[in-house]
């Protein structure tokens, strides 16, 4: 039920959002979590964010994370899709889809693997 | 063992990784630290201030007080900033 | 920036985001929730639910709401679509798009819209 | 005055809304619900319990002591269930 991929290329959320539910009867909510590059991440304007990473470290903790996440709440599929390298104002950086029978469990959870990505993983701006 | 550094301890050693032979006497993240700032210029300001700098061994967080005898992989960075 | 759409047709849940997002440099999270309609909504297996509305009330007290979540946090642009009618297991009811600078005041308004249109919108299964 | 019924309301009712003229004395939403019921058997049956019905007046929620001097619109429904 659980995807990470850690990747350079730009993904689309809505074909990961669909791979989720496809066939389900059960999902009830799907909340999809997309984070931007902002013009002016910094503060100040941003030409573009280079975002270096731990490869085999991420990937491991983020699927730690998204264990955690499974055992913490009655979730139906979780994705999480994290960029890497150079990325462009404007350009998608993460993706979080949380899928369950209930919008709460679907929140919490999406809203739990984003804190721990954009906090603690092993990315460096 | 390889050790690898990231962001800005990457930066200032001025490369990504290297294979070291451990000497004798070195045991925790926090010896090899200590060894590594001796080995130049680019180390000790790298390691300046050791209380930042995080480690993992094999892929694992650890605190400066772990041993690394029969780990394969060291790896040194600044804190974490998120994606 | 706001968006209120009752209709009887699917909505493409995707489109909208990227409607929300186009040319805005400004935008660093954006939440989309999905509601779904399960196979077994009221316990039972389900054929069909008919979700019966009542017009302008719901668009005017959706709008209204929307409004307070733009007064509580600071949105980028928020997007609410709800379908009425004959909805099959597995087709999308509802959509609540919200995107901010920062992620905690997208889902925090995107969880708002979803409890009042869950709880107190002027639908009836 | 337009009066409307949604969901079971409706369906006890029979029609989802009609004209009414209504009688002199009739002032506030309680009134009217009281004096639908005596319309006949649907309507005794649509209002046999008039705590859980919900009513707008003008598609803004009111309390049953609401006055209805003109009103437009009323509507009456049971509790939303949300989507």
Same mark, same amino acid.
């Given at each position: 039920? @659980?995807?990470?991929?850690?990747?350079?290329?730009?993904?689309? @959320?809505?074909?990961?959002?669909?791979?989720?539910?496809?066939?389900?009867?059960?999902? $009830?909510?799907?909340?999809?979590?997309? $984070?931007?590059?902002?013009?002016?991440?910094?503060?100040?304007? =941003?030409?573009? &964010?280079?975002?270096?990473?731990?490869?085999?470290?991420?990937?491991?903790?983020? @699927? %730690?994370?998204?264990?955690?996440?499974?055992?913490?709440?009655?979730?139906? $599929?979780?994705?999480?899709?994290?960029?890497?390298? /150079? #990325?462009?104002? !404007?350009?998608? #950086?993460?993706?979080?889809?949380?899928?369950?029978?209930?919008?709460?469990?679907?929140?919490?959870?999406?809203?739990?693997?984003?804190?721990? =990505?954009?906090?603690?993983?092993?990315?460096?701006? | 063992?390889?050790? %690898?550094?990231?962001?800005?301890? %990457?930066?200032?050693? !001025?490369?990504?990784?290297?294979?070291?032979?451990?000497?004798? !006497?070195?045991?925790?993240?926090?010896? =090899? &630290?200590?060894? =590594?700032?001796?080995?130049?210029?680019?180390?000790?300001?790298?390691?300046?201030?050791?209380?930042? #700098?995080?480690?993992?061994?094999? /892929?694992?967080?650890?605190?400066?007080? @772990? $041993?690394? #005898?029969?780990? %394969?992989?060291?790896?040194?960075?600044?804190?974490?900033?998120?994606?």
């Amino acid at each position: 039920m @659980a995807t990470v991929r850690l990747q350079r290329e730009p993904f689309d @959320a809505a074909s990961e959002a669909a791979q989720l539910r496809r066939g389900r009867g059960d999902i $009830g909510a799907i909340v999809t979590f997309t $984070g931007i590059c902002r013009q002016d991440e910094a503060g100040a304007p =941003l030409v573009a &964010m280079t975002l270096e990473h731990y490869p085999d470290m991420a990937e491991a903790e983020i @699927a %730690r994370h998204v264990e955690t996440a499974e055992h913490r709440w009655p979730l139906l $599929g979780v994705t999480v899709i994290h960029r890497y390298g /150079r #990325i462009l104002p !404007g350009e998608d #950086i993460v993706l979080v889809v949380t899928a369950a029978a209930h919008r709460q469990d679907a929140f919490a959870a999406a809203e739990f693997l984003m804190d721990y =990505l954009k906090t603690r993983a092993p990315f460096w701006k | 063992m390889k050790v %690898r550094y990231f962001a800005w301890v %990457r930066e200032r050693i !001025g490369k990504p990784e290297e294979e070291i032979d451990l000497p004798a !006497g070195i045991a925790t993240v926090a010896d =090899l &630290m200590a060894w =590594l700032s001796e080995r130049g210029e680019e180390y000790a300001y790298a390691f300046e201030n050791p209380k930042v #700098i995080r480690a993992a061994i094999d /892929r694992a967080h650890v605190r400066p007080d @772990a $041993g690394i #005898i029969g780990a %394969r992989e060291i790896a040194f960075f600044p804190p974490m900033t998120g994606g």
